[in-house]
């Protein structure tokens, strides 16, 4: 069974930085596509970036030049670099993960717990 934990959030004031980690424990293959999303109190959860097994990065326009997303494959941890946050930044972000398990090439996807980032002075 793989689990998704994710950590790093907190209270933060503008202009500020955080790093949001989502570690997967399990028997696991390789890492696939790792996202990383928000939901703000009240709105649709969005994504915010994303990186393929490759590297490739996406961002929201929201966030670009100020986030970074990066994997770590030999711990199976993904991050979530945050610069220079805004007040509209707050939500609480959720990571979403696919990974192969075996050779047969089995995934399994899902979800990190939520954790709350709060830019506020």
């Known amino acids: 069974q793989v689990q998704l934990v994710e950590s790093g959030g907190g209270l933060v004031q503008p202009g500020g930085s955080l790093r949001l980690s989502c570690a997967a424990s399990?028997?696991?293959?390789?890492?696939?596509?790792v996202d990383w999303y928000r939901q703000a109190p009240g709105k649709q959860r969005e994504l915010v970036a994303s990186i393929s097994s490759g590297g490739t990065t996406k961002y929201a326009d929201s966030v670009k030049g100020r986030f970074t997303i990066s994997r770590d494959n030999a711990e199976n941890t993904e991050y979530l670099h945050m610069n220079s946050l805004k007040p509209e930044d707050t939500a609480v972000y959720y990571c979403?993960?696919?990974?192969?398990?075996?050779?047969?090439?089995?995934?399994?996807?899902?979800w990190g717990q939520g954790t709350q980032v709060t830019v506020s002075s």
């Open positions: 979403n993960a696919e990974y192969v398990l075996d050779s047969y090439g089995t995934t399994w996807n899902g």
């Open positions: 399990g028997s696991i293959l390789s890492m696939n596509t």
